[in-house]
């Protein structure tokens, strides 16, 4: 069992004016067993990851991709591609031809260009080089319940939309933590806490797998001891408390982060010479 080809997805390219359906995007989905959306994070081990899966899994990347890919990857894979207020992002930075480097032609089946917001303009499909496209438009799903102040990231409503659709598929998470790494920031335009919060509540009721998660909650317990609480004030405080220390420290990394810039910038190139004079090029 597996998945629509590259050549299937080719004769059906979808034009911006014309609305996909769900029994469409369902039928797209349908052979596949797995579909793992993949982080541009520090934490993805991409060969592990693809050793986890089986052949029938499709794997979904984001945007600048080269941030978890070394060299083309030769699964089955579709390349999300996020829209601004002037058309997709990777059309507006120049920068497609860079990330489709990072996938194998016989099996990448394309880019869907994502759209989350009133403002987000699509691309034409003529923008994108020769390769299948799809638009996707999730801001009516999104925009009644996520905080107004916000954006959405891309993999937190594509998830939701996918767990939506009801696939027979297992539908995973790969490296969605919202932790800001030394090389890639993490953007306040986004709420991470309610993600984090909404992805965890899916996956305790078996909507979603996320590597690396216990399904387990040390706050669930809480009622038991302290009857007097309610477990739903339990979790709104919690969420009240959490939000507020994450907000409040991640300006203090990001301006950290800033000053301290170019000594990690030293630090990494002085490791990079340190292992090429130890490990030299076989001749």
Same mark, same amino acid.
């Given at each position: ?239 009240? /408390? ?16 800033? /000053? ?24």
């Amino acid at each position: 069992m597996r998945g629509p080809n590259f050549n299937d997805l080719q004769a059906t390219k979808a034009v911006p004016a014309r609305e996909i359906s769900s029994e469409e995007w369902r039928s797209f989905f349908l052979d596949y067993s797995h579909i793992v959306l993949v982080a541009n994070s520090d934490e993805v081990d991409i060969n592990e990851l693809a050793a986890r899966f089986p052949e029938t899994t499709l794997f979904i990347f984001f945007n600048k991709v080269y941030k978890v890919l070394s060299e083309p990857f030769t699964r089955n894979a579709v390349l999300v591609s996020r829209s601004g207020t002037l058309g997709a992002n990777l059309v507006k930075s120049d920068k497609v031809s860079k990330v489709l480097q990072y996938f194998d032609t016989k099996s990448f089946l394309g880019i869907v260009n994502l759209a989350v917001g009133d403002r987000e303009k699509f691309s034409p499909e003529s923008q994108f080089g020769d390769v299948a496209v799809r638009h996707l438009d999730l801001t009516a799903l999104i925009a009644p319940f996520y905080p107004k102040t916000r954006l959405p990231t891309s993999g937190f409503a594509l998830c939701f939309w996918l767990a939506n659709l009801q696939l027979p598929a297992t539908i995973t998470l790969a490296g969605f933590s919202s932790k800001r790494s030394e090389r890639y920031q993490v953007f306040d335009v986004h709420d991470w806490t309610f993600e984090q919060v909404v992805l965890r509540l899916m996956y305790r009721r078996g909507k979603i797998d996320i590597i690396g998660r216990e399904r387990t909650n040390p706050y669930a317990d809480l009622a038991k001891h302290f009857p007097e609480y309610s477990p739903g004030e339990i979790a709104l405080t919690a969420n009240e /408390v959490l939000s507020e220390r994450l907000v409040n420290l991640s300006s203090i990394v990001d301006r950290l982060m800033h /000053v301290t810039r170019f000594l990690r910038f030293v630090d990494r190139t002085y490791k990079k010479l340190i292992v090429r004079r130890l490990d030299p090029p076989v001749a």
